[in-house]
């Protein structure tokens, strides 16, 4: 780790070197903020301030104190009849610790890996077999109500058919021998016949 003087900046001790660069250029803005503007104009502040949370230039401790000496400034000066927009913090401050509200987890052994992926195993098993049984119940359905010819229902449907064209042959040969009996009584009545 770093020795602490490296990390130290403006009377703060940063984490780690990137924290560091970031609070430095931060500092930098602000003095070309303090140069280039004019701060005793509150127009100015309200402006640079807005811009400044609109666009996060401040994250680190050193940008959010100037946000703040900003907030202050404005409001003294306005008679707190127009307020500013909160300074938002981007990070957490409560530090967790993990050993006082919960256990920490355990490791699984071999066995209890073996186990665990053969309960899912059967549990999938048994999933996959029930939306079989499932498909195969609505499909018979399907085939036992259907109109279609069928490896189950062919010999009824075929016994049907012949039937049927059975009964249209009846129908159709009494139909021509009743033509005939008509056409020979004609003849017989015309005296035709011999």
């Not at 050193?62 to 990070?91: C, H, V, W």
């Not at 279609?148 to 062919?154: D, F, G, K, P, V």
Request: net charge neutral.
């Amino acid at each position: 780790m770093a020795n602490i003087e490296e990390l130290t900046f403006d009377g703060y001790i940063f984490a780690n070197a990137q924290d560091l660069e970031l609070a430095k250029s931060e500092a930098k803005k602000i003095a070309y903020i303090e140069s280039h503007a004019d701060m005793s104009n509150i127009g100015v502040v309200k402006s640079v301030y807005e811009k400044a949370i609109e666009e996060r230039y401040f994250q680190t401790p050193i940008g959010l104190e100037y946000l703040r000496d900003m907030q202050k400034a404005f409001s003294d000066s306005k008679n707190g009849e127009e307020e500013l927009k909160p300074i938002p913090l981007y990070t957490t401050f409560k530090r967790i610790d993990f050993s006082e509200k919960s256990k920490a987890k355990t490791r699984m052994t071999k066995a209890q890996k073996k186990e665990m992926s053969l309960r899912m195993k059967y549990r999938n098993a048994v999933l996959i077999a029930g939306i079989f049984f499932f498909l195969c119940i609505a499909m018979l359905a399907i085939t036992m109500r259907g109109s279609t010819i069928n490896a189950l229902n062919y010999k009824t449907a075929v016994t049907n058919q012949y039937s049927e064209w059975e009964q249209e042959l009846r129908e159709r040969e009494i139909k021509v021998k009743e033509r005939e009996n008509a056409v020979r009584d004609k003849e017989i009545e015309l005296g035709l016949s011999d």
